[in-house]
């Protein structure tokens, strides 16, 4: 059983350009979480989807970030017109239980801005 | 030795010695907490968690106790080895719509 698969792993992109980050959940879990990561920061609760719902976006900034997680395929993370403040590790969990279930997170993709 | 959680502090111990780890946090209404553990380069690893209905549990060579009146969370880590050397964060949830995670303690372990 496959853990949490995030990629890209590393994704470099120019100021303006958009970023794209996926998300695949372990088998079975249809929650999902995002998180952004800064070095030597802890994590920052970002958004909580359960399958084509957004149940929690009060870590998402208003502008230019959005999530989605489809019926079928990855959940997707999306930064348009990125500036350097976003570069980051943004690492994706999931859960089986929408109460009190362990989070099991991915390795986390680490954008850079240029 | 100890260490409050606050922006990533670290906290450096002889290996063989236990390492205590704290946590403050946020919100009385919190009823599960999980301690988790970053290598470098990776992502967060369960470590133990704990309802709010318990005041302390324990793992293999960890234990980890909450203290509702004052909103604090420790970890202890007994004989901490060199692989113990990691980052620890603390998170809370509430009915686990989304855990709260602390700042981070790094934990240095010398040979």
């Known amino acids: 059983n496959a853990g949490v698969m995030q990629n890209p792993r590393h994704l470099v992109r120019r100021r303006g350009q958009e970023a794209r980050l996926r998300c695949s959940p372990m088998?079975?879990?249809?929650?999902v979480y995002w998180y952004r990561q800064l070095p030597e920061e802890g994590l920052k609760f970002m958004v909580y989807?359960?399958?084509?719902?957004?149940?929690?976006e009060s870590g998402m900034p208003k502008e230019r970030f959005s999530a989605e997680f489809p019926k079928e395929g990855p959940s997707i993370l999306r930064i348009q017109q990125v500036v350097r403040g976003d570069s980051a590790a943004y690492f994706c969990?999931?859960?089986?239980?929408?109460?009190?279930?362990?989070?099991?997170f991915g390795e986390g993709s680490r954008l850079t801005v240029l | 030795g100890e260490s409050v959680g606050l922006h990533l502090p670290t906290l450096s111990v002889q290996e063989g010695d236990n390492s205590i780890i704290n946590c403050a946090y946020s919100?009385?209404?919190?009823?599960?907490f999980i301690w988790y553990k970053q290598e470098s380069g990776k992502g967060p690893q369960f470590i133990i968690d704990?309802?709010?209905?318990?005041d302390k549990r324990q793992g293999q060579r960890v234990t980890v106790l909450l203290n509702k009146t004052v909103k604090h969370l420790s970890l202890q880590i007994a004989a901490t080895q060199p692989g113990d050397s990691a980052v620890y964060f603390c998170?809370?949830?509430?009915?686990?719509?989304?855990?709260?995670f602390g700042a981070g303690t790094r934990l240095t372990v010398k040979p």
């Open positions: 969990a999931s859960s089986a239980l929408a109460v009190d279930g362990e989070l099991f």
């Open positions: 088998k079975g879990h249809s929650h």
């Open positions: 989807l359960q399958k084509e719902n957004i149940i929690d």
């Open positions: 919100n009385s209404a919190s009823d599960y």
């Open positions: 704990i309802r709010s209905n318990m």
């Open positions: 998170a809370e949830s509430y009915n686990n719509n989304d855990m709260r």
